[in-house]
């Protein structure tokens, strides 16, 4: 097993920081079901690109995003006490499209899957018809 750097290290707990902010400060009226799937900090520790999900429907992850984005220099001052860092990087908060990626590739491959067994089905009983 490769050793964790220091960068994977730093994201997880960036990550882990954020999202005990988040549920601690933030209600799901305010904000809704967000999880923070995960964080990618910069080398110079500068920036750090935030990528969460949200529970329901795209209007709700909108919401969340422009909520999360005006609370960014509140999250931001949080995050430096939580975690002790030369530099407390700039958070930049996106919407993770992964996992609704997956989920639209996996019922793609669903319909695909289930598609050759439907014609088989189709071409069978056809073939019945014209010989019954």
Do not use: C
């Amino acid at each position: 097993m490769p050793p964790v750097t220091r960068t994977v290290r730093l994201n997880e707990l960036v990550k882990r920081a954020l999202s005990v902010i988040i549920e601690r400060e933030f209600t799901h009226a305010t904000l809704g079901w967000v999880t923070i799937s995960r964080a990618v900090v910069s080398k110079d520790l500068q920036h750090a690109r935030v990528f969460f999900t949200a529970l329901g429907s795209d209007g709700d992850e909108a919401r969340a995003l422009r909520t999360l984005r005006h609370a960014q220099p509140f999250i931001r001052s949080k995050l430096a006490h939580a975690v002790r860092l030369r530099y407390t990087p700039e958070l930049l908060f996106e919407v993770d499209r992964e996992l609704k990626n997956a989920l639209k590739i996996d019922q793609l491959i669903q319909q695909l899957h289930n598609q050759p067994a439907a014609r088989e089905s189709d071409g069978q009983a056809g073939e019945q018809t014209a010989t019954g």
